[in-house]
T-cell receptor, first 116, second 115 residues
Framework: AQKVTQAQTEISVVEKEDVTLDCVYE???????LFWYKQPPSGELVFLIR??????QNEISGRYSWNFQKSTSSFNFTITASQVVDSAVYFCALSGEETSGSRLTFGEGTQLTVNP | DAGVIQSPRHEVTEMGQEVTLRCKPI?????LFWYRQTMMRGLELLIY????????DSGMPEDRFSAKMPNASFSTLKIQPSEPRDSAVYFCASSWRRAGANVLTFGAGSRLTVL
């Protein structure tokens, strides 16, 4: 079975602080993909990033960075110099090639509030 | 591209009524997914289609729920009869299914309230 755990239900920071959202996953697939989606207050789900299980290079995109560590089954997401517009629910998700095809299993989400 | 289009955006109905939610996937995508989001259960997959064929409907709660995809550009999720516990946001998503390339693009969601 596949499982994604986001232990942090809510995080509150002050603007310009750095914040890291944790994600731990479980899968028996040897090939799998990890995702982060953002759900702003308007409600839509916005794709942020996808990584495959064979690529453990960290990735940076502007103020966003992702740390993938297979050894600890984690795929953490860091926002540097947070802004109020970053306030949203962030979901980590997993798709396993062998067991789930294209289906995404989502974590419970982390509500991030960035205060001015 | 207009993205994944869902309708209605909001629906309020009374218990026992039939509800039909509609989805138009992104042109060229060959996989379509229906997800439901609630506070208690988070985001859960109800059903997904590949090339208009239902592949896995194990997430459909019960026989009151049914989904169809008559062609590549349209899908419906029907609840009959509806119950208050069906109140949720229902998301449709589509993707281009090939090995490794399964980024789902979500619609804006349909918020259903059953009184």
């Amino acid at each position: 079975a596949q499982k994604v755990t986001q232990a942090q239900t809510e995080i509150s920071v002050v603007e310009k602080e750095d914040v890291t959202l944790d994600c731990v996953y479980e899968t028996r697939d040897t090939t799998y993909y990890l995702f982060w989606y953002k759900q702003p207050p308007s409600g839509e789900l916005v794709f942020l990033i996808r990584r495959n299980s064979f690529d453990e290079q960290n990735e940076i995109s502007g103020r966003y960075s992702w740390n993938f560590q297979k050894s600890t089954s984690s795929f953490n997401f860091t926002i540097t110099a947070s802004q109020v517009v970053d306030s949203a629910v962030y979901f980590c998700a997993l798709s396993g090639e062998e067991t789930s095809g294209s289906r995404l299993t989502f974590g419970e989400g982390t509500q991030l509030t960035v205060n001015p | 591209d207009a993205g994944v289009i869902q309708s209605p955006r909001h629906e309020v109905t009374e218990m026992g009524q039939e509800v039909t939610l509609r989805c138009k996937p992104i042109s060229g995508h060959n996989s379509l997914f229906w997800y439901r989001q609630t506070m208690m259960r988070g985001l859960e997959l109800l059903i997904y289609f590949n090339n208009n064929v239902p592949i896995d409907d194990s997430g459909m709660p019960e026989d009151r729920f049914s989904a169809k995809m008559p062609n590549a550009s349209f899908s419906t999720l029907k609840i009959q009869p509806s119950e208050p516990r069906d109140s949720a946001v229902y998301f449709c998503a589509s993707s281009w299914r090939r090995a490794g390339a399964n980024v789902l693009t979500f619609g804006a969601g349909s918020r259903l309230t059953v009184l």
